[in-house]
């Protein structure tokens, strides 16, 4: 059995969704495991990790049109000491993911046809954000 873990630090440019796929991929193809599953869990509470649409824009755009409607950020907070962009920030990571796992085949991630991993930037300021990648199989 193999285990390769790999710190990602991921720099976001403020609310946006940063594509990963290619990143995960190498560090799965450098990690030597051709069947397993790939762990990955970003290690922050106003950051999200999805997996969608990875071909047309405009659904990440629609997704992150939905969640601004649902999570506004000009309501009277309690927690409000780091801008009005945190707490909303951290309802958005709780409505999404902080970990997902994908299985490996042949040394590849299994995703469909259509789906790529994103870093899901929920506060204005840009950032750099660890993601644990951790790899095991044989």
Not at 59 to 78: G, I, K, Q, S, T
Not at 80 to 87: A, F, H, I, L, Y
Not at 113 to 135: A, C, F, K, P
């Amino acid at each position: 059995m193999i285990h390769h873990q790999h710190l990602l630090k991921v720099k976001t440019t403020g609310k946006s969704l940063i594509k990963i796929t290619p990143k995960i991929q190498s560090i799965v193809a450098e990690s030597g495991v051709k069947t397993g599953l790939c762990s990955l869990f970003l290690r922050h509470t106003s950051a999200s990790l999805i997996i969608q649409e990875n071909a047309d824009p405009d659904v990440l755009r629609d997704l992150e049109n939905f969640l601004a409607d649902l999570v506004p950020e000009n309501r009277n907070y309690f927690h409000s000491t780091e801008g009005p962009d945190d707490m909303p920030a951290h309802i958005r990571t709780v409505l999404t993911h902080s970990s997902e796992q994908i299985p490996v085949n042949q040394g590849y991630l299994v995703l469909g046809t259509w789906q790529g991993i994103y870093v899901w930037e929920h506060r204005s300021q840009g950032s750099v954000r660890d993601l644990v990648v951790h790899i095991s199989g044989e």
